[in-house]
């Protein structure tokens, strides 16, 4: 099915110029787009305003009332949506209401006549837009491409950081304000999509505005389930607009191939590192494309001073420069985005109003309610989690067997605060304090590794058990010591894991006076090793639960004796400590360092073996050389991020646990665990084919001996945490 815009059969939008919605004055026509025009308005203080009105049904037929309430339903949506993100690069609601205004229809349309209750709601009024710079045919440069691109993306960051995500999934050049600053400003959330709601079926598909047919992605053609990678592909097509002054698909029938895209942005004199970032976001294949907002923003080209400042200037000769603006008096009321004690009440009434139809009250039976369930899950496995929860939610509306009593479950993914603004799927550590202190009260938990779950559970301050089990393993994933391949190779790591590469080598090379001298490679100067947050990373965490092991030569029965500061596992410690070490919140973000910085910055990082993979899949060809795994052969773990529903929690329902129940058997169903290779991990079933990424090509040997230590119990755990912050104090 194609995307096309539907026109309203009867409503001219130029009609209600000169209208009030309470107390604004419609004074311009401004734009229209798929089931809302919007007009220019001016605040009491002079201050110009955008005010979205919702278009009035088809007609009177029940059909047609029926889908107004589904249009006005999504309206409502856009308004909730925009609303919440208060964010200098997304528009600012500042009111909303409904009014009403009285179609006198003339003769032969009789029927349609009447009043009509219309939904608006005001917003900042940006009047210049990228597309009236492209069709002023003032060329934009590549810097100024860059500084709105940067900008878009980190108003997409916010959506997709939001819980749920939130797709826009329209990003035309209309839809994109050029703000004084310049802003970069993210508008009209029309089709704007819950992520993880499942596919649309026909019936909603039609009744969805127009999506721009230059920026669609290929899955929004087939309506398949959209995620992040649907709104990176429109931006790149943003982009090569810009660029361009063409859409990708003007290069082909349907749409281009990364040559033809490379092609076409080498004819315009696009620098390589610009082009190549929009080629790999207009790739047809989502898997092809960048994983997430934050991996695409990170191979923007840096913009120079200048561009800012020849932007300004070119808005100014545009817009006028937003002359007299700066002398206006700064209003005294409606300046503040809406909050959510504002919302409610307007949303109420809006509510209410939607019932009363002229046609007539009509009462239809309400789907059942979803049972909603939460699950924190460690960031190793988000990306198969993230398309698992998507499917099971959206099969559940429609299949008996993903439903509990006749009633669909919905999942969602509890999120992390990493850094200020930046969230991402949970750290093992930090969702087992999080739980308990209550700061997140999930149905489900699925750390690293199942110490984790023992700690909580030995932690939990209840009379009863925070869970009756400890988890069931959903996948398996070893712990490497991920190295150039040249550093690797040196030390005898690469391309088999011999006896010598062992954690026992490594500290060997940390605490060398000569570095990699010892090796005959002076050049490389100390090892410089990065591992993430100890006691909230799993990987982090567990490189100096294996160090220490293998200064005392064990692998099982780790005892609390054991952890000492004057013994093996206290030297070995301290040995790896002499490293140049590089800490992080995360291990990926440090594996995105050493793929940034290169070998200079970082010779090696502990992280899963899926890293490793993932890392060599998507910028093998841009690395420098490739990154390997080693596996050491002196003790390492699988993680195998075992499920624990939380039923003994006092937030747990009994019919959430039954439907984490129902969850969990999906999870661990044939079909989701033959995905689990596509994401670098291996699934609990030696019978299910690795496929081509378990390779070296990918910096894997899935032929490797993998020499596995029994894990120890959490207070011992909690005692090298301490012991690792105490050799730390001072650096």
Not at 75 to 93: K, P
Not at 215 to 242: H, N, S
């Amino acid at each position: 099915m194609g995307i096309q815009h539907k026109r309203h059969p009867w409503f001219i939008p130029e009609w209600l110029v000169g209208a009030k919605a309470l107390g604004y004055k419609l004074e311009k026509f401004l734009g229209a787009g798929g089931f809302g025009a919007v007009y220019l308005t001016t605040t009491l203080q002079g201050e110009a305003r955008a005010v979205k009105v919702l278009y009035p049904p088809h007609s009177r037929t029940i059909e047609d009332l029926c889908n107004w309430q589904s249009c006005a339903s999504r309206f409502l949506r856009e308004l909730l949506t925009t609303a919440q993100c208060n964010h200098r690069n997304i528009v600012r609601i500042y009111d909303t209401g409904m009014f009403q205004w009285r179609y006198e229809a003339p003769e032969g349309l009789s029927a349609l006549g009447g009043d009509y209750l219309l939904p608006f709601y005001v917003a900042d009024y940006i009047p210049g837009g990228v597309d009236q710079r492209l069709m002023n045919a003032q060329a934009l440069t590549s810097d100024e491409i860059v500084e709105i691109a940067r900008q878009v993306l980190d108003g997409l960051t916010v959506l997709h950081s939001l819980h749920p995500a939130v797709l826009h999934l329209d990003l035309n050049p209309a839809n994109i304000r050029l703000a004084e600053g310049p802003r970069a400003v993210i508008t009209d959330f029309g089709v704007a999509r819950i992520q993880g709601v499942g596919p649309m079926d026909a019936t909603e598909a039609t009744e969805l505005p127009a999506i721009h047919p230059g920026v669609a992605a290929p899955e929004q053609y087939t309506w398949e389930e959209p995620d992040g990678r649907t709104d990176i592909y429109q931006f790149g097509a943003l982009c090569f607009k810009m660029l361009t002054g063409k859409f990708p698909r003007e290069l082909a029938e349907r749409f281009p191939s990364s040559n033809e895209v490379l092609t076409e942005l080498d004819r315009k004199g696009v620098p390589d590192a610009l082009a190549n970032t929009v080629s790999r976001c207009l790739e047809i294949r989502r898997e092809d494309r960048f994983p997430d907002v934050g991996s695409l923003r990170a191979t923007l080209p840096s913009t120079s001073p200048s561009a800012y400042a020849r932007l300004v200037s070119s808005l100014a000769q545009i817009f006028g420069g937003g002359r007299g603006r700066r002398n206006r008096p700064r209003p005294a009321v409606r300046q503040q985005p809406l909050g959510w004690r504002t919302l409610i009440p307007v949303l109420f009434g809006v509510a209410l109003a939607l019932g009363a139809i002229r046609a007539g009250a009509l009462i239809f039976p309400p789907p059942p309610d979803p049972i909603k369930i939460t699950m924190v899950s460690s960031s190793d496995k988000k990306e198969w989690t993230n398309q698992a929860v998507a499917t099971f939610n959206g099969d559940s509306r429609t299949d008996q067997q993903l439903q509990f009593q006749g009633r669909p479950i919905e999942v969602k993914v509890l999120l992390e605060e990493v850094d200020p603004g930046v969230w991402d799927h949970y750290r093992s550590g930090t969702m087992t304090t999080d739980v308990l202190a209550r700061k997140i009260q999930p149905t489900i938990m699925s750390p690293a590794e199942r110490s984790w779950i023992l700690n909580l559970k030995e932690n939990w301050p209840g009379s009863r058990s925070i869970t009756s089990d400890e988890g069931s393993d959903l996948l398996r994933s070893p712990l490497v010591i991920t190295m150039w391949r040249s550093r690797a190779e040196a030390l005898g790591f690469w391309p088999a894991a011999n006896q010598d590469s062992t954690w026992e080598r490594l500290r060997a090379l940390a605490s060398s006076t000569n570095g990699w001298a010892m090796v005959g490679r002076p050049e490389w100067g100390k090892l410089k090793y990065g591992y993430a947050y100890v006691g909230q990373s799993n990987s982090a965490t567990f490189t100096q639960v294996l160090n220490g092991m293998s200064g005392l030569q064990k692998r099982t029965g780790l005892t609390l004796d054991d952890v000492r500061a004057d013994n093996g596992f206290g030297k070995a410690m301290a040995d790896l400590e002499k490293a140049d070490i590089r800490i992080a919140q995360k291990s990926e973000w440090l594996l995105r360092w050493m793929r940034e910085r290169g070998p200079t910055y970082l010779d090696a990082v502990t992280a899963y073996e899926q890293g490793v993979i993932q890392l060599n899949r998507e910028w093998g060809p841009a690395l420098p050389e490739p990154i390997v795994a080693v596996y050491p052969q002196d003790g390492t773990i699988l993680a195998t991020h075992p499920f624990s529903i939380l039923d003994g929690a006092p937030w747990v329902a009994p019919e959430q646990a039954k439907a984490a129940e129902i969850f969990l058997r999906f999870l661990l169903s044939r079909p989701q665990q033959s995905l689990l290779p596509r994401y670098g991990l291996r699934p609990l079933d030696d019978a299910l084919s690795l496929g081509s990424l378990f390779d070296r090509t990918y910096g894997a040997n899935p032929q490797a001996n993998l020499v596995l230590v029994e894990v120890p119990s959490s207070q011992v755990i909690s005692s090298v945490v301490r012991l690792w912050e105490a050799t730390r104090v001072g650096k």
